[in-house]
């Protein structure tokens, strides 16, 4: 499986961004997908995550509320619509896929980072 994300950018506290990350491989629709970022000196960190049917989600309580994660079997592809943004959410933003128990961790594929940048 690999996976492409794009998306990022720079954008004002408040404003809006929307991430993808198109997979290719037969297997996608039976993978869990999630978003990871990882900002300057911090380790990576959970964003959100959907399982393989789209009826479950899971989000980092940071983000909660902001960010809506959403899967387009179709398209192979998995969103990140974010709103709100902060300061705070500036990080590279990577996707990832994977048969997993935990959707917080253990997915086997990683694609390429997009960069976010909120400026105050």
């Known amino acids: 499986v690999q996976l492409q994300a794009s998306g990022g950018g720079l954008v004002q506290a408040g404003g809006s961004l929307r991430l993808s990350c198109v997979a290719s491989g037969r297997s996608f629709s039976t993978y869990s997908m999630a978003w990871f970022r990882q900002s300057p000196g911090k380790e990576r960190e959970f964003v959100a995550a959907?399982?393989?049917?789209?009826?479950?989600?899971d989000y980092a309580d940071s983000v909660k509320g902001r960010f809506t994660i959403s899967r387009d079997k179709p398209k192979d592809t998995v969103n990140l619509q974010m709103v709100s943004l902060q300061p705070e959410d500036t990080a590279i933003y990577s996707c990832?896929?994977?048969?997993?128990?935990?959707?917080?961790?253990?997915?086997?594929?990683w694609g390429q980072g997009t960069l976010v940048t909120v400026s105050s």
């Open positions: 959907i399982d393989l049917s789209g009826a479950i989600t």
């Open positions: 990832a896929a994977g048969w997993v128990k935990n959707l917080r961790s253990n997915y086997k594929y």
